[in-house]
């Protein structure tokens, strides 16, 4: 599966901002599809995840609320819908296919070595 995040760009703080990842190649929906996020000097940050259906979301608690994760199984993407956004949310975008089909809550941890695809990442910056 080859993955083609898009979307990032400069937001001002409060502002909302949309995040695509189109799929080619493989079976979109054998991939729980996850989101990641890097911000400059720190390490990779889970966002969120959603089933291989859409019928279950997972997200990180500072998203909650804000950011909404999507996925078109007919088109072969995944979105991340970001809302009020703020300072906390800037970095790299990474969108990303999990190992398996099945969105795992509660305590489990989406990880990067779980990821078996990766999409390029898309840069999103936020301004006062």
């Known amino acids: 599966v080859q993955l083609q995040a898009s979307g990032g760009g400069p937001v001002q703080i409060g502002g909302s901002l949309r995040l695509s990842c189109a799929a080619s190649?493989?079976?979109?929906?054998?991939?729980?599809m996850v989101w990641f996020r890097q911000a400059p000097g720190k390490e990779r940050e889970f966002v969120a995840a959603?089933?291989?259906?859409?019928?279950?979301?997972s997200y990180v608690d500072s998203v909650k609320g804000r950011f909404t994760i999507s996925r078109d199984n007919a088109k072969n993407t995944v979105s991340l819908q970001m809302n009020n956004v703020n300072p906390g949310d800037a970095g790299v975008y990474y969108c990303?296919?999990?190992?398996?089909?099945?969105?795992?809550?509660?305590?489990?941890?989406?990880?990067?070595?779980?990821?078996?695809?990766w999409g390029q990442g898309t840069l999103v910056t936020v301004s006062s």
């Open positions: 990303a296919a999990d190992q398996s089909p099945v969105l795992f809550t509660g305590s489990f941890r989406y990880t990067e070595e779980r990821m078996l695809y």
């Open positions: 190649g493989g079976t979109f929906s054998d991939h729980v």
């Open positions: 959603i089933s291989w259906s859409g019928g279950s979301t």
